[in-house]
Nanobody, 117 residues
Framework: QVHLVESGGGLVQPGGSLKLSCAAS????????MGWYRQAPGKQREMVAT???????NYADSVKGRFAISRDNAKNTVYLQMDSLKPEDTGVYYC???????????WGQGTQVTVSS
């Protein structure tokens, strides 16, 4: 029922920019906290950015000032604008939706972001 589809990943040079999108279905989107998480090779998945139903945002220290999360409730879509990308930003980026009756977590399939010259 719940379906999250990421897009926008790819290969970019250090200092470059990329914008990820996540289209959600099967949820009342406007009521959910949305987020982006990433997993680098050999490392645990980590929170990158979240945005609440009220528009409040939270960022990992490593991406503050470089990344911006936003949401368009009319389009059931959450975005992650990534600027000044660094090689350490490389990883699989996953879209997350948290909410519902049991505050369950829902995950997308992930999209690869590679920052390399």
């Amino acid at each position: 029922q719940v379906h999250l589809v990421e897009s926008g990943g790819g290969l970019v040079q250090p200092g470059g920019s990329l914008k990820l999108s996540c289209a959600a279905s099967g949820i009342i989107f406007s009521r959910y906290t949305m987020g982006w998480y990433r997993q680098a090779p050999g490392k645990q998945r980590e929170m990158v950015a979240t945005i609440t139903s009220g528009g409040g945002t939270n960022y990992a220290d490593s991406v503050k000032g470089r990344f911006a999360i936003s949401r368009d409730n009319a389009k059931n879509t959450v975005y992650l604008q990534m600027d000044s990308l660094k090689p350490e930003d490389t990883g699989v980026y996953y879209c997350n939706a948290r909410g519902g009756l049991f505050s369950e977590n829902n995950w997308g399939q992930g999209t690869q972001v590679t920052v390399s010259s």
